[in-house]
Nanobody
Framework: QVQLVESGGGLVQAGDSLRLSCAVS????????MGWFRQAPGKEREFVAA????????YFADSVKGRFTVYRDSVERTVYLQMNSLKPEDTAVYYC???????????????????WGQGTQVTVSS
């Protein structure tokens, strides 16, 4: 069983920075993809970023490229989402997720992820 716990959300002003953490516990294989998704009120959940645990390959939505960075700490078993130059449109509940072991779904599709955290609120004021 895998458990994911997000933290680090809060209220910030436009242009500020914030770092979200996703602590991973339980049994996982090394060949896992960790994804970040977000959902704003009245909108569907959307892909933000992802990283492969073993190779460290990263992927980003066009809306956050150049502003967000995703990385992992294998010793602490934690995935981070560093968010810079935040905009009001970044306001949402942010979720981390781990993909299914043999999933063939595209990395930006939520259907391919089997484990989800509880979410952490990020609010950006103008």
């Amino acid at each position: 069983q895998v458990q994911l716990v997000e933290s680090g959300g809060g209220l910030v002003q436009a242009g500020d920075s914030l770092r979200l953490s996703c602590a991973v516990s339980g049994r996982t294989f090394s060949r896992v993809t960790m994804g970040w998704f977000r959902q704003a009120p009245g909108k569907e959940r959307e892909f933000v970023a992802a990283i492969t645990w073993t190779g460290g390959s990263t992927y980003f939505a066009d809306s956050v490229k150049g502003r967000f960075t995703v990385y992992r700490d294998s010793v602490e078993r934690t995935v981070y989402l560093q968010m810079n130059s935040l905009k009001p449109e970044d306001t949402a509940v942010y979720y981390c997720a781990a993909n299914a072991l043999f999933s063939t779904a595209p990395i930006f599709k939520s259907e391919g992820y089997a484990y989800w955290g509880q979410g952490t609120q990020v609010t950006v004021s103008s």
